[in-house]
């Protein structure tokens, strides 16, 4: 990397500006101030067709100051955290603030829910990554993928490799920093039969370089994905039941997150609106976030507004337990935060899990997914439909890749008729799940 990045002096940087923006909100006569402050650097290379096409040495920086002068809210940014602008910037906030509606739930989570556990969660691994090095692992992933017969073509491979540090502080006296980092290797490839082109990829992510996947297995892993979707066609019309590959599950956990976030439903745009403590899912199905987990990709103590992270569990039993709210949406709802300002951390899973052979076998007649195009999803209604690409099952057994054609039905309905969850669990985010087996979803194909 061009520049070596000093994560604890930025911390101790960061952390004294966030002081002083609180120290000058206060003089200026704001009631109450909170201050976050981040930077961040990375490398990203990619390359295609053996030949270096880009590489992009990044660094990002940027301070948010927002202020409350009674149930005024005012809020501003920079990307420059000099003193001469974090002065201009709490001005400007504070000006804000005093032309803003008064809000009757604005303000600072309340000090008592401020976080005082703030332990080491393993979630920064720096990699000593010269830009050749970076160069010669990208180009060794595509090699191996298109060494695969079959392959033809390729859009590349790619790696990224970054670190950070943020830091929150409010006028409750809270101050809590993290470093963190991220790594990923990509690789996309194309083949081509008499019946057209077809083309996939495959990835790896981690914050621990050491955690990545070997390259060579990425590019060979990318090969077998595409190969596999040559000779496809579409498939019949009706309805059938369908399994979701781990890659595609996690996002139906990511709808129902949305529809339980306090936003939508203060808003009154979820589907699950005033559904706490009613069945949603089968009784086996349970669903929780992990902040604390020591080393994982979405760990912290504290939330975006200094609250403390703790243990949530949505689902329990098939039924929802729990919300997902900030200081604000929770008293718009009359509740108590969760702890979930900036969202959900660690997304588990606690149900029995069986093998995907298990679950086609279960399946007997429909569509394994792999691929989900478009956006058709209605957080309001749940209504669900997207066009997808995947593979014809028959008697339990895949019988040829399927493509050009939409699965429809209702997230509420699809939640109720899981079937099954497979133990072929994505680890590579911060939702790991494995295939989900829905019992019925209608098919437009042929």
């Not at 295609?48 to 990044?58: D, I, K, N």
Request: net charge negative.
């Amino acid at each position: 990397m061009a520049q070596a990045f000093d994560a604890s002096a930025q911390q101790a940087l960061l952390t004294t500006r966030a002081e002083e923006a609180l120290a000058l909100a206060k003089r200026l006569g704001a009631d109450a101030a909170e201050v976050g402050a981040s930077v961040d650097q990375g490398i990203g290379i990619s390359v295609r067709l053996g030949e270096v096409e880009t590489v992009e040495l990044s660094r990002d920086q940027g301070i948010a100051v927002t202020l409350y002068v009674g149930k005024r809210k005012g809020s501003a940014s920079s990307s420059d955290a000099s003193s001469a602008s974090i002065q201009a910037t709490v001005e400007k906030a504070l000006a804000i603030a005093r032309y803003t509606g008064e809000d009757p739930a604005a303000g600072l989570a309340d000090a008592d829910q401020m976080a005082t556990e703030l332990p080491d969660l393993k979630v920064h691994y720096p990699w000593a990554l010269t830009t050749e090095q970076a160069i010669e692992l990208a180009l060794a992933c595509e090699q191996a993928g298109r060494d695969v017969e079959g392959i033809s073509q390729s859009e590349g491979a790619s790696l990224s490799s970054g670190e950070g540090v943020r830091v929150y502080a409010n006028s409750h006296g809270f101050l809590g920093t993290q470093k963190g980092s991220s790594h990923s290797l990509s690789c996309m490839l194309i083949a081509q039969d008499e019946s057209g082109m077809q083309r996939d990829y495959d990835y790896t992510s981690s914050r621990n370089p050491a955690a990545l996947r070997d390259p060579a297995e990425v590019g060979r892993e990318a090969a077998a994905r595409t190969l596999r979707r040559l000779g496809a066609k579409r498939p019949p019309t009706g309805t059938f039941p369908v399994l979701f590959d781990p890659s595609l599950s996690g996002g139906l956990i990511g709808h129902l997150l949305s529809a339980l976030a306090g936003g939508a439903l203060y808003r009154q745009s979820s589907f699950l609106c005033d559904r706490l403590g009613t069945p949603l899912f089968p009784e086996w199905f349970s669903l929780e976030e992990r902040p604390m987990e020591v080393g994982a990709t979405a760990s912290t103590p504290f939330d975006g507004e200094g609250v403390q992270t703790r243990n949530n569990r949505f689902i329990d039993q098939g039924s929802i337990a729990s919300y997902m709210l900030s200081s604000y949406s929770a008293r718009r709802l009359g509740m108590q935060t969760t702890g979930n300002a900036g969202g959900a951390r660690n997304v588990r899973l606690d149900a029995p899990l069986k093998s995907r052979e298990a679950l086609l076998k279960e399946m007997g007649r429909g569509i394994w997914v792999t691929e989900l195009m478009g956006q058709g999803v209605n957080g309001v209604t749940g209504d669900y439909s997207r066009g997808a690409a995947g593979f014809w099952v028959e008697n339990g057994e895949i019988q040829y890749p399927i493509e050009e054609f939409t699965i429809a039905g209702n997230l509420e309905r699809m939640f109720s008729g899981l079937v099954g969850i497979g133990s072929d669990t994505d680890t590579r985010g911060s939702v790991h799940t494995g295939s989900w087996l829905i019992d019925a979803m209608t098919v437009a194909g042929s």
